[in-house]
């Protein structure tokens, strides 16, 4: 099986293999304001669950916005996402209403699973997001199978199925990369390497630690992707989503990304340095550098800050609607379940 052609971008009027293409101003402005409103919702989400208005398990995805934000940047209507628990990036990303997620958040009646899920396990048919899953790696094999019904369909929809450096070790993702080898099944795998999975660095976990050759032995090509820059992640998901509609078979992206956060809200995260963590913000930052390639290209600072107050403003307005609106009746409890 013949691997994809590595992404070639002309950088300065010379061609440099494996550099990001350059956006186009309305790119870069939309991955800005989908990133900050991700990262703002996340914030305020870990605002609330310091009240306690947010209970149970709560996983937020600040710093690695650049990954989902790029990856749907590649998809087209119909096109599936799952994901494990670290998720509500995901459903904001899905265009599912900050109103809907934040509600779930807090057990609410407008919340997407009508506040029975929480956090981890919200849904949209319409938006084609299929969870947010609690168990680890578990939305592997489903986001398999969501492949395997496209293929039966005859239709060229992607399952775009993302899981962590931690899931990567578990059995039932190898059962499944089999299995979508051997069907050839339209299936983006993408690893969110975010370093330390649940509290563990990569280099005491896995042996191997290129993400991207975890298919190797089943023959699925994999791209290790900065996850840092959305640029290289849509690059990323170009190739990869053109490499299963045209009936190849899955294909593994690895983002190297990093979470600012602990692993849930009740992870004080000291198996790594603050100053390894303000490195990472300094450096790398996916927002900062969407934000200063704008600067550079001559929108001013105003227009910037703009964007950031609507986002600001969308999020207070899912906030205070999360904690008014009525908690889902009894009955509730009854609906939506086998019998």
Known sequence: MAAPKKTVAKESGQEKAGSPPEFSKEQEFKALRDMLLIRRFEEKAGQLYGMGAIGGFCHLYIGQEAVVV????????????????????????????????????TGRRGGYSRGKGGSMHMFSKEKHFYGGHGIVGAQVSLGTGLAFANRYRGNDNVSVTYFGDGAANQGQVYESFNMAELWKLPVIYVIENNRYAMGTSVSRASAQQDFSKRGASFNIPGRQVDGMDVRAVKAAADEATAWCRGGNGPMILEMQTYRYRGHSMSDPAKYRTREEVEKVRHDQDPIEQVRNRLLASGVSEQDLKAIDAEVREI??????????DPEPDASELYTDIYR
């Open 70 to 105: 790029g990856m749907q940047m590649a998809l087209k209507q119909g096109d599936e996402v799952i994901t494990g628990y670290r998720d509500h990036g995901h459903m904001l990303a899905c265009d599912m209403e900050a109103k809907g997620v934040m509600a779930e958040l």
């Open 315 to 324: 999020v207070n307005e899912a906030a205070d609607f999360a904690q008014h």
